[in-house]
């Protein structure tokens, strides 16, 4: 289920055993980051091809297997869902249990586990698993949470769920999963979500009134949020190629990647700026092919995501070729302060596992990049990467010559293979800490784990109690991760803990209180008018986000006042030659991310203004304090989202 990267499948090595190594040989493969060392913790036979993986609060792998990867039929009784367990904690997995098999498990995407539930991502549906108290069958038959997407056995469907900080689930699909959905919930029932749309490519309304046209409608792949039990359904964004997996930090930013046109160099990374077109199809909804000739000059990376129509969210990273899948954010200790707070991602076309570093800048972000493991050997194809419950990095190795293309190179089933691989300081040793859940003290703690599993089974164990405890941890905490963990949950005791924080000297945290102030319903119009003078453009940027879902009459005023702080764009200089092979280390990419940086807080505001872009306008002409010329053909060119059309192709030579 790695992306189709047919480039990459053919240049593959030979078919044959030699091509997959000796676990020693592929350690010493791997280039690490420092001070960093890998063991392989599982491989093959005990089980093969990961997709996705999980780690529960016990420190069990749960892995999504696709044998059954398009045409490929190698396992007609159906894939399978493995439990893996290093029961002796030496380093090495020595218990391999099948949780469930089924014809009808063909080439699953994504798998959550939390709790005794297992979220199963199968396109066309979410499954969910009930566990058994034996810990390792399932009971029954999965409910269905979801269901309409498309992409089933497909690469670009739909993809795991992960808990976010603030008590929902967030997940996305790829094109395939989203373009063509009507999605619904486990009754049938269309959803329509947050901004009163039909969710998926197919909903028949948009913003209350009927989709269809420009403008109207959800393009391609897209990210979601919901509640627990898929209630609160919300489109975090949309018009996306391949996102194949979604993560939200302690602070509710949800970051993910996403996969260019097999080939072009555009793979990209991205701050998903929620309510935000990200610009694969055109505004008509044309190819970037057909609309690159509209602006003349434009380099591939550029135009593969419109980069430069308004109307389009710029990319935090553009990460050159490549086959991006699972990510990740790294709030744990145990890899080290460098690594702490870093997105770190697979790409499984060059074999790479990446570090990157998003730093706050203006209303958006600029982002430097490392590789935490690079094999020299390009049957290393990294699927998916989790956080155990010590810390450690987990990375699920699909295992093979190519990474997709629609079909797979390692066929044969006495030596199909795969791998996951346990990266962590050097000595480091496999420990499972501690997990009390019977005290708020232990609640605490395991709300403080580098794990997921582990914190959501904290959250709702504090749900119920422990806000003297959460209080402290939010007053004392150095750590602004945990001071954001505990104000997620403080919010849904009393909406004073909001107001506080709203007032708080970090602006992650203040981002974070306008986050929960929305989650819990609070009176949002004076909250916003407020915060719509801080210092930072960031919260400022917040504010915009969250004056969609406001009524015009109460959100203009605000939305006028945040358009008087735009600033013109600062001049990036001369444009580079575009390199063949585009790296995020270049110069070229460098000058990308300063041209871009106005586009963040610009883009805000136009999302602020969705469906009443020309009395946004007219009101801040009218009443609008900043006279800057350049800040009012900038705000002009977004609002009233004029775009240059392409020439037509040339017409096709007629045969003799």
Known sequence: MIRCLALVVLLALPQDKKGVLAPEDQIKAFKLFPGLEATTWAMEPGFTNPTNFDIDERGRVWVTESVNYRGFKG??????????????LDGKADS???????????????????????????????????????????????EVLFDGFGGVNHDHGLHSIMFGPDGRFYFNGGNDGCRGAEIKNGKGEPIIDSTNSGAGGK??????????????????????????????????????????????????????????????????????????????????GRDWGRDMPSYPGQWKQEAHFHQRDPGVVPNLLSTGG?????????????????????????????????????????????????????????????????????????????TDAGVGGH???????????????????????????????????GQIDALLSPNLARRYAAYQKLL???????????????????????????????????????????????????????????????????MAGDESLAVAREVALALNYEPTDKAMDTLVALIDRMTPPAEAGEQPKAAGNYQ?????????????????????????????????????????????????????????????EAPPPPPKKQGN
């Open 96 to 142: 391999y249990k099948v949780f469930v098999q089924d014809k009808a498990i063909v080439g699953p995407l994504g798998i959550c586990v939390l709790g005794n539930k297992v979220y199963v991502a199968q396109s066309p549906k979410m499954l969910v698993y009930t566990i058994d108290e034996s810990g390792d069958k399932p009971v029954g038959t999965p």
């Open 75 to 88: 396992r007609p009784e159906g894939d399978r869902v493995v439990i893996i367990e290093d029961t002796d």
């Open 407 to 441: 079909a797979t190179a390692d066929k044969d089933l006495t030596r199909i293979s795969g791998r996951i691989y346990r990266i962590a300081p050097a000595g480091n040793k496999p420990s499972v800490p501690k997990l009390d859940l019977s005290s708020v003290k």
């Open 322 to 398: 490549g086959s991006p899948t699972g990510i990740l954010v790294n709030e744990g200790d145990l890899l080290g302060e460098k690594l702490k707070g870093a997105l770190i991602h697979c790409d499984a076309g060059p074999s790479v596992v990446r570090a990157y570093f998003p730093k706050m800048d203006g209303a958006g972000y600029s982002c430097g990049v490392a590789e935490v493991v690079k094999s020299t050997h390009n049957w290393f194809r990294p699927a998916d990467v989790c956080i155990g419950v010590d810390g450690a990095l987990y990375v699920a190795d699909w």
């Open 203 to 284: 909903g028949k309304t948009w913003r209350g009134g009927p989709a269809g046209g420009p403008g109207k409608g959800y393009q391609e792949g897209m990210a979601f949020r919901c509640n627990p039990d898929g209630t609160g359904f919300e489109t975090l964004g949309h018009n996306f190629r391949n996102n194949y997996e979604v993560a939200a930090d302690s602070f509710g930013t949800a970051w993910q990647s996403d996969n260019d046109d097999d080939g072009n160099q555009g793979v990209r990374i991205n701050y998903v700026m929620e309510g935000g077109n990200f610009g694969y199809k055109g505004y008509a």
């Open 584 to 644: 995020p280390e270049s110069e070229l990419e460098q000058w990308r991310q300063k041209k871009y940086q106005h586009r963040w807080y610009l883009e805000a505001l136009g999302i602020a203004a969705t469906g009443r872009e020309k009395e946004t306008l007219e009101a801040w002409t009218a009443k609008g304090k900043n006279k800057d010329p350049k800040v009012a053909e900038l705000v002009a060119w977004r609002l009233n989202r004029v775009i240059p």
């Open 464 to 530: 119920a109690g422990g806000e003297a405890e959460l209080k402290e941890l939010f007053a004392t905490s150095k750590d602004a991760r945990h001071r954001a963990r505990a104000l997620w949950l403080l919010a849904r005791k009393n909406s004073s803990h909001v107001t506080a924080a709203l007032s708080d000297k970090d602006v992650d945290i203040r981002i974070t209180a306008l986050r929960a102030a929305r989650l819990i319903k609070m009176d949002m119009a004076p909250i916003l008018a407020k």
